[in-house]
């Protein structure tokens, strides 16, 4: 089993910046792929980026260019640096682990951007 757990949210002004973590625990050997999504409220969730255990990165539209995934592999860490960030980023963000038992969830961190 795996458990992940997202820090790093906040309240940051239009055009400012902060980083995500996702930190991995349990059976870390197992999992293949780690993502964001994020969910504003009355909306539906939405990925925003993907890293494989190749080091392969994928972003929705919305965010390229502005966020960046990273990992760090010894710490069993997903990093989600988000720049520029605009108010409709507003949203609760969620650690997606995927390994061949299943996919585990976080339970969110909530990032809003407002002046």
């Known amino acids: 089993q795996v458990r992940v757990v997202e820090s790093g949210g906040g309240l940051v002004q239009p055009g400012g910046s902060l980083r995500l973590s996702c930190a991995a625990s349990?059976?870390?050997?197992?999992?293949?792929?780690v993502d964001w999504h994020r969910q504003a409220p009355g909306k539906e969730r939405e990925l925003v980026a993907v890293?494989?255990?190749?080091?392969?990165?994928n972003y929705a539209d919305s965010v390229k260019g502005r966020f960046t995934i990273s990992r760090d592999g010894a710490k069993n860490t997903v990093y989600l640096q988000m720049n520029s960030l605009k108010p409709e980023d507003t949203a609760v963000y969620y650690c997606?682990?995927?390994?061949?038992?299943?996919?585990?969830w976080g339970t969110g961190t909530l990032v809003t951007v407002s002046s």
């Open positions: 997606n682990a995927f390994t061949k038992l299943g996919n585990y």
């Open positions: 349990g059976s870390t050997s197992a999992i293949s792929a």
């Open positions: 890293i494989t255990t190749a080091g392969t990165t």
